[in-house]
């Protein structure tokens, strides 16, 4: 777990980590969400949603965007609050824009996301909209207890929406947990406690 109340000359990167929504989070926007972080540095942050998938799949999207079928069935996932393009958070590293942590990659141009849609074999998700922050939001955000930040896995990344939040809330419990117990001087006499 980051600690995020370390005062450094330097601004700390998110990019590759994963912002979990805490109950203080006061915009419902990213109500129990999970969010992996793409992009930040002191101009701000980027990231996407990945617990929101919707009603639609990418089979109707690509009917409306494309000449070509697309046979994917798998949900369109709203990535936040701000419009933007389809983005891909992807593990075809033929197609990648970013490399976001080791293995996980980032596409937004058409002919890498036609490619993606169309690989059965490796994981994806596509995302409509993103998650956005000012320079310097993010960081008040975090001071003020709303986000608790872990590194991203490619599990977490590729997990089931349904259950991410509680996961990955449960593991930063557990971390501050055993950090507080290694932490905690233990007395010599058990019958002191």
């Not at 929504?21 to 930040?40: G, Q």
């Not at 490399?99 to 980032?106: D, K, M, Q, R, W």
């Not at 996961?167 to 930063?172: F, H, L, T, Y």
Request: aromatic letters at 6%.
């Amino acid at each position: 777990t980051l600690n995020v109340h370390e005062r450094s000359t330097t601004m700390r990167s998110l990019a590759g980590h994963l912002l979990v929504a805490s109950p203080r989070l006061p915009d419902e926007n990213f109500y129990r969400t999970v969010v992996l972080i793409i992009h930040h540095n002191e101009q701000g942050a980027i990231g996407v949603v990945l617990n929101r998938p919707t009603g639609s799949t990418i089979r109707e999207v690509w009917e409306e965007l494309s000449d070509e079928p697309c046979e994917c069935d798998e949900p369109i996932n709203v990535g936040g609050p701000v419009s933007g393009p389809l983005m891909a958070i992807h593990t075809n590293a033929d197609c990648s824009e970013t490399e976001i942590l080791p293995g996980v990659f980032f596409a937004t141009h058409r002919d890498r996301l036609n490619e993606i849609v169309r690989e059965t074999d490796l994981p994806f998700r596509i995302y409509n909209g993103y998650s956005g922050w000012a320079p310097g939001q993010l960081e008040s955000e975090l001071k003020a207890g709303g986000w608790m930040v872990i590194p991203a896995t490619i599990d977490y990344v590729f997990g089931d929406p349904d259950t991410m939040w509680r996961q990955a809330s449960q593991e930063i419990g557990k971390e501050i947990t055993n950090s507080l117990l290694h932490d905690a001087a233990a007395p010599d006499d058990p019958s002191c406690n």
